[in-house]
């Protein structure tokens, strides 16, 4: 491996680019390795300076010193290349005391967090101060003097600190791809949090929180030409900025990607400010993906109002939130070339089920509504389903709810056969009334290769019966995230009958998995089975647990000491 050229490196570190851990220990394993490595370490270093593992056991004073270690290289790197007079370079001489770096680290710079970015100068000037270093008090004495009595000196040298830093930013680093000011997520992955030692973040964040120097980025010379390349922009800040908005509108005309999360929205937003968003869309030139999360609906129209000038190029909208008195599918309905619509723990109206009726996204391919509510016995990813399932692959319905009325039995699976020939993942929230549809959607969708069944308590022999009447040539994964019993005979028969060639198999918050249902599995699929994971209330033995371990490779067991019962959902 160690000979692997820098092209078939680069693949293989794609893989990792999440993985601070794994690169920095590339970093010591030859020159080529260490070259690669670091050019994915400095894609985002002040993201990976409070990157962690869950439950992380860092010491503040640890954390602030790996902050000015981080700031003194990076400027360092810039201070070598600095050739103009933008900056008063004097205000940086404690941070230019790095040796000379053996790469430009500035040249890899593709992310900047602007909150992440004031993180680390907070951090760097508190560990100096704690240190006394009387270089740092000489360079920025001449800050005291325009300081009122009451003023925070400390606070003082980070706005400053702030200002020329992003000036620097701006004119040194012309590869930025990515902008965000992520205030609020502690999760930025599956294994990378937000580090534990850092300040917790109150719900309702000020804008004083980021120092204005920063929100001022768009506006420093050299912003046209190293915001210009942006691709992606995750806006997840508390206060509308409107300033910082018309500044980024005029020299960020290229975005892919744009996210707004409003989770901690609140206070200060208004119309006018939200329209300054509206512009931001509007004037993007080839935006395909964009993000709404945890909407706040008094100002959602005028957000998306922007969306239709994005019609043809726009391919992924994904929407969390409630929706109250306006109908987002308003707007969406314009976007006929969208191929990914998703909504997760958002509530619908019934004024949108006339507006779907005759709609049509001739390129819908995956279709997820996740914990999602409707106010009527309807429901609508079925509307959209019966005009626009032809070429849709993945459908999710996990979790949902409806008014209770004599009667009604969703046809949500029945659709899904009729109108989806294509559907290869299927995920849905069923019920036993719904047994029978289930059946023919297997019958008719042959491509199914992933399947993933929710639902109530029920006895789900029946069902295990019928699929093994069918042939099913192509399920690779089978998920039950349900609380059904079912025999050891009705399983088995499943297994061997259907055919099916799989390959990972779950069962959650099962009441009746045992021993016996575990040796049929290992007996019909032996090592043919990639994966098997096991949630339930009945204890196994140690001799069967050993038994899979040794034939399943990736084989996980759990006991659960009771089931939950999701009582919400409806039948």
């Known amino acids: 491996m160690i000979e692997l050229n820098h092209d ?5 570190f794609t893989n990792l680019e999440q993985d601070k851990n794994s690169l920095h220990a590339a970093v010591l394993v030859n020159h080529t390795w260490c070259k690669v490595a670091i050019q994915f370490l400095w894609k985002k270093p002040f993201r990976f300076l409070y990157t962690c593992r869950k439950a992380c056991k860092c010491l503040t004073e640890g954390r602030h010193k790996k902050a000015r270690n981080l700031l003194a290289t990076f400027i360092t790197c810039i201070a070598q290349n600095q050739a103009s007079s933008i900056i008063n370079m004097q205000d940086f001489v404690i941070w230019t005391n790095a040796p000379r770096t053996a790469f430009d680290y500035s040249r890899f710079l593709r992310h900047i967090d602007l909150h992440d970015l004031f993180l680390a100068l907070m951090d760097g000037v508190k560990y100096l101060i704690s240190h006394k270093h009387l270089d740092y008090v000489i360079a920025f004495q001449h800050i005291t003097k325009f300081l009122a009595p009451d003023d925070n000196w400390e606070s003082a040298v980070i706005q400053e600190m702030a200002r020329d830093i992003c000036k620097l930013l701006v004119s040194h680093c012309s ?3 990515y902008l965000s000011i992520d205030m609020a997520n502690k999760q930025w992955s599956k294994e990378n949090h937000r580090c534990s030692s850092l300040p917790n973040i109150s719900f309702w964040i000020t804008v004083k929180e980021i120092p204005e120097e920063l929100l001022l980025i768009p506006t420093y010379p050299g912003a046209t030409k190293s915001l210009s390349q942006l691709v992606e922009f995750y806006w997840g800040a508390t206060h509308w900025t409107s300033e910082f908005l018309i500044a980024l509108s005029k020299v960020s005309k290229r975005l892919r990607t744009l996210i707004i999360d409003m989770s901690n929205f609140g206070r200060n937003e208004s119309n006018d400010h939200a329209r300054n968003l509206g512009t931001l869309i ?6 395909q993906e964009i993000q709404f999360i945890k909407c706040k609906p008094r100002v959602l129209p005028s957000i998306m109002q922007g969306l239709r000038t994005q019609a043809k190029s726009l391919r992924y909208f994904h929407f969390q939130g409630m929706v109250k008195d306006w109908s987002v599918f308003s707007e969406l309905v314009h976007l006929t070339n969208i191929q990914e619509l998703s909504f997760v723990k958002a509530n619908f109206r019934c004024s949108e089920i006339e507006m779907l009726a005759s709609s049509n996204f001739p390129n819908l391919t995956k279709l997820v509504f996740d914990t999602t509510s409707f106010r009527f016995p309807i429901i609508i990813p079925e509307i959209i389903i019966q005009s626009s399932g032809s070429k849709l692959r993945t459908f999710s319905l996990p979790a949902y709810f409806y008014p209770s009325y004599d009667g009604f039995v969703p046809t949500v699976a029945l659709s899904v056969a009729k109108y989806c020939p294509n559907i290869v993942h299927f995920e849905y929230h069923v019920s036993r009334k719904e047994f029978s549809q289930l059946i023919i959607l297997f019958a008719s969708c042959q491509h199914l290769k992933k399947v993933m069944l929710a639902g ?9 019966l019928q699929l093994a009447t069918l042939e099913l040539p192509n399920l690779r994964e089978f998920e039950i995230t349900a609380q059904w019993s079912y025999t050891v005979a009705a399983l088995e028969s499943f297994l061997v009958r259907s055919k099916a ?3 990972s198999l779950v069962f959650r918050s099962s009441p009746c998995f045992s021993d016996d249902h575990l040796e049929a599995i290992l007996r019909c699929l032996g090592d043919k089975l990639r994966k098997l ?3 339930s209330a009945q204890e196994m033995t140690k001799l069967m647990l050993s038994k899979a371990n040794e034939t399943i490779t990736d084989f996980v ?3 659960i000491d009771e089931v939950y019962n999701p009582g919400w959902l409806l039948e």
């Open 8 to 12: 078939c490196l680069w693949q293989i």
């Open 175 to 177: 590869n930025l791809r």
């Open 282 to 287: 509007k004037v993007q030139t080839a935006l």
């Open 456 to 464: 109530n308590p029920e006895d789900a022999n029946e069902l295990f």
């Open 501 to 503: 060639p799989l390959r």
């Open 533 to 535: 994971y096991v949630e």
């Open 557 to 559: 067991y759990k006991m």
